[in-house]
């Protein structure tokens, strides 16, 4: 199977495979396709999430797409569809990475003959609005650059929710939200439920009032199909505790009561006997520059046995990886609780993991169900793989690797110590240490993603060099740690900066984080001239002189994050992320882009889903489910939206 499938603007569309997906047992293969359709009828809820004008100008985009009868063959309808492209792999008007609004790249003019030359007989307006007065609205959002301009503001001096134009907040300033969460945390024991993960806050009338996303609820539409397939999955699970866990979800579904999903979330870390497995709900905060609200996101899929004996290892060793944690003793865990992991292949993206996608998951994210019950640690086996195939000989790496020795050992360590770096990461780095008693995370508001992926990445890097993975049988040789080390730090200084554009800042927080860590050791280690900026043929590239001490200062620098964590330390996790991973060398900056644009590759990625066929006797009872690879990107988004476009497009 061809992995490339597509590239436009500063995306690449590629495929993944479904490895033996064949060879699975009939009533898996049926629990995967019914969660499969589960996680397919929640894409309108991110779309609407991530901007209340979304669905409308998703819906007007592809009527234009689908009806307009002058020519095609101009460079604006060219760039019209480009954008509806970029639009459709965001999930709405605002790049997936920077959150800034996307540019039309057309005018204003040829827009009004994009309308004017389509067909909307079948075009269905939001009930009581006027199509011109829609469209006018349409306009002023995708041509008026201060309009909606940015889905997630991070900067400390603004107002977050104001200046962030998702749709997680009406009428609601920052300092009005905090209030009132920190209010409903106040009042809670020691087990609390993540207030407002499931809903809009609102102010009506002078009061602020939470919009419930639930059966009957906002986005009831989308929910009653979730929880119809989930119902029908049920009947297909692997064992009682699936059952029991699936059947929490679809009370937390139908009533939006927190500690119903408290309760799934129990269960489903318990469940350690099936292949299968999925995510199903509002999950990750990174879309709320609050880190309240849960971004609706599915992930279906079912474990890979061979890869998943490495992840075992770790997990089954968790506690000598945390007593020996370069951490304070009063941040470490005296008993590791419930650490699962396995090494899984995916069988379904959607919602906030498509087309983009996590390459390894660790949930739940509530501290003390992770404290007390534990959590499931994934590394995506046939994603990284997919990743890996496609960067072979692209010529990014000896383009940006500073050496021979330095290419020769990325291709002979890099994919296994990529994916070993995400399994401790995942498995380990999430699971490690502990908040204070007292301490809520959420002191650290904007920074708390930040803080949190650095720390999962310090871990893993940290210990990537320790002999003990050796002993365990896990890599080869140092060789394959000092791989990761080159790599970590090429792309924390050099690399990533392809994904910003010129004249910008950082944004998203795993790049924070990763820049953090690179500038934040390469400062630390000047005077010991750990890691240099080289310059060879006027091109820079980074240099690490003692790996050794490189992962001292790895330690030095998870102790303190740790730190930050544990006593909730706001301005400490300011500083460090305002000073490190913010700002971007202009000079640099501008050498990187240039370089990268001489190779015409794309610096962001994402996936194609396989189509799934159910198969059933005449009775109606299934009998199969077929697999095929062969759907385009265009295809599939128009066949998303007809078949699971379930919310109505609201005023």
Known sequence: MEVFAEKFADIKILRYSVPEFEKLELNQKIYIYYLSQAALCGRD?????????????????????????????????????????????????????STEKIPAGF????????????????????????????????????????????????????DLVYSSCNNYYQNVS?????????????????????????STLVKEN?????????????YGKAIEQIISWLDKAKGYAENEIQKKYIGHLIE?????????FDQYSIDWVKEQ????????????????????????????????????????????????????????????????????????????????????????????????????????SVTIENITQAYFLDSMGNGMLEEFAGSAEEIERAKKY????????????????????????????????????TIEETRADLFALYYIMDEKLIKLGLVPSIEAAKAEFDAYLRNGLLTQLTRIE??????????????????????????????????????????????????????????????????GDFEAARDLVENFGVKVDRQLHEEVLARFKKLDLAPYAGFLNPVYELKTWPCGTPNDVLISYDEDYTSQMLRYSKEFGFLPVEN
């Not at 005018?107 to 307006?125: C, M, P, Q, R, V």
């Not at 905090?178 to 993540?194: D, H, Q, T």
């Open 174 to 198: 920052q300092a009005e939200a905090e209030a009132f969460y920190s209010g409903l945390k106040a009042a809670a024991g020691a087990e609390p439920v993540s207030f407002g993960l499931n």
């Open 252 to 260: 937390y579904y139908t009533t939006g009561d927190l500690s119903k």
């Open 414 to 449: 890099g994919y296994l110590a990529g994916n070993l770096h995400t399994d401790l990461h995942e498995c380990l780095g999430h699971g490690s240490g502990k908040v204070l008693e007292g301490v809520n995370t959420d002191v650290l508001k904007n920074y708390y993603s």
């Open 273 to 376: 006997a099936g292949d299968v497995d999925f995510v199903n709900g509002f999950i990750e905060v990174y879309g709320d520059p609050l880190g309240i609200k849960g971004s609706w996101e599915s992930i279906v899929n079912y474990k890979d046995q061979e890869a998943t004996k490495r992840a075992t290892i770790l997990s089954e060793n968790a506690q000598w990886f945390e007593d020996n944690s370069p951490v304070s003793p009063e941040f470490k865990k005296t008993e590791v609780r419930g650490v699962s992991a396995k090494v899984i292949n995916v069988a379904i993206l959607a919602g906030d993991c498509y087309p983009a996608t996590p390459i390894g998951i660790n949930l739940p994210n509530a501290e003390w169900i992770r404290e007390t019950y534990g959590s499931k």
């Open 502 to 567: 010129s004249g910008k800042d950082i944004e998203e927080s795993h790049m924070r984080n990763r820049q953090l860590i690179a500038r934040w050791v390469y400062e630390a280690g000047k005077a010991q001239n750990v890691v240099e900026f080289v310059r060879s043929e006027e091109k820079t590239f980074v240099k690490i002189n003692d790996y050794q001490e490189l992962r001292i200062l790895f330690g030095q620098l998870l102790k303190e994050i740790q730190r930050i964590k544990s006593e």
């Open 45 to 97: 809820i991110l779309w609407d999430q991530n901007n209340r004008h979304n669905l409308a100008i998703r819906q007007v985009l592809e009527n234009i797409y689908q009806s307009f009868s002058a020519s095609r063959e101009t460079e604006e309808f060219d760039q019209f569809e480009v954008f509806l492209k970029r639009v459709w792999f965001s999930s709405g008007i605002h790049h997936h990475y």
């Open 206 to 218: 002078g009061k602020l009032i939470e919009r419930v996303w639930k059966l009957n609820g906002k």
């Open 107 to 158: 005018s204003e003019t040829f827009f009004d003959e994009l309308i004017g030359k389509s067909d909307w007989t079948a075009f269905k307006t939001p009930s009581g609005q006027n199509f011109e007065i829609l469209i006018s609205q349409i306009k002023n959002i995708i041509f008026n650059p201060e309009k909606d301009a940015k889905r997630v503001n991070l900067e400390s001096d603004k």
